[in-house]
């Protein structure tokens, strides 16, 4: 009964945040001109298609920080470096083009892994932890983004909501660390489970994923290698802003194109039960593009391109992630 009222919650969430995204993105839409839109598409030319083979680089980094996650716990070492590749990417797609929230691509990873050999709890632990660092990381980057708009656009209404919003959040990151690390968080979840059905199988994996939970973060090379990683992939995506307004013929500096993408990341996070971030990305890119004087036009024009690109990517990888499923599933009947 709690497993079915907690995805009920769930399903609810992200009802609203598809409706409040929906929102968002008709609220730019309308006072965008489409000609103008698609004008700055066609200055582009084909050339905006190497976006879509330079997206590796961001998936390759974010699989290698994941593989040293993965890798104490991998006994049967079933889960390589290429799988941990194709596992990400199809993570990425679940987020990015199905209507869930963002959590999903992470169940999803979990449940990938188990087709290797990884049991539920370290590969449950491995993303957990992915996820803590990733929320660190996207603070980081935030804060260099308010640095570099601070220099680049100078203080304006807009700066300040932006940095009151990250200085009354930043407790989120660094309690997540706490709580995970101390085993708190699980602890609860544990004794809120086992009020509810009792000591079961449920209650029990609890306990296995906080040992596991806390063991990852016990490894600390490791954590410095897949955090720093994952910094350098969120640093990477800077390129996909910077290179697009070049061929549109407004080019920016590195550090706009920095604190243009940092602060689009950080308003996709804050808002994660927004499926694919519908109208999110959209509506910061033309805020904070408008702080750096790029015209509202240009800035959707860039969010296409961006969505484009997760389409080039994220369509091949759940077309092969279904079909995987598909395959798995006939095996199992036919055993």
Known sequence: ???????????????????????????????????????????????????????????????????????????????????????????????????????????????????????????????????????????????????????????????????????????????????????????????????IVGESEASRGTIALDREVRASLSRAGRLGIAGILQWVAFVSGAFEIWFPLRLFGHPVSVGGALALESMTQAVRHIAFLVPAGIGVQEAGLVVFGHMLGVSADMTFALAMVKRLRELAWGVPALVTWQWAEARRLRRAEAS
């Open 1 to 195: 009964m709690g497993d079915r009222s907690a995805g009920e919650r769930m399903k609810k969430s992200v009802f609203i945040g598809s409706v409040l995204g929906l929102s968002v993105l008709i609220a730019v839409a309308v006072h965008a001109d489409f000609v103008a839109i698609w004008r700055t598409l066609q200055s582009g030319g084909p050339k905006l298609l190497w976006l879509i083979p330079y997206r590796a680089s961001f998936f390759v980094l974010f699989a290698v920080g994941w593989f040293a996650l993965v890798r104490p716990v991998d006994e049967r070492h079933g889960a390589g470096l290429g799988y941990l590749l194709w596992a990400a990417i199809v993570r990425d797609g679940v987020d990015r083009l199905l209507p869930v929230a963002s959590v999903g691509g992470s169940v999803v990873g979990v449940r990938m892994l188990g087709w290797r050999g990884v049991a539920t709890a370290p590969a449950a632990a491995s993303v957990i932890v992915e996820i803590m660092l990733t929320l660190v990381v996207v603070y980081l980057f935030t804060a260099l983004g308010l640095l570099l708009l601070s220099a680049y656009a100078g203080p304006s209404r807009e700066f300040h909501r932006s940095l009151i919003v990250f200085l009354v959040s930043l407790p989120i990151p660094i309690s997540m660390v706490v709580l995970l690390r101390e085993g708190w968080a699980l602890k609860f979840l544990h004794l809120m489970i086992r009020s």
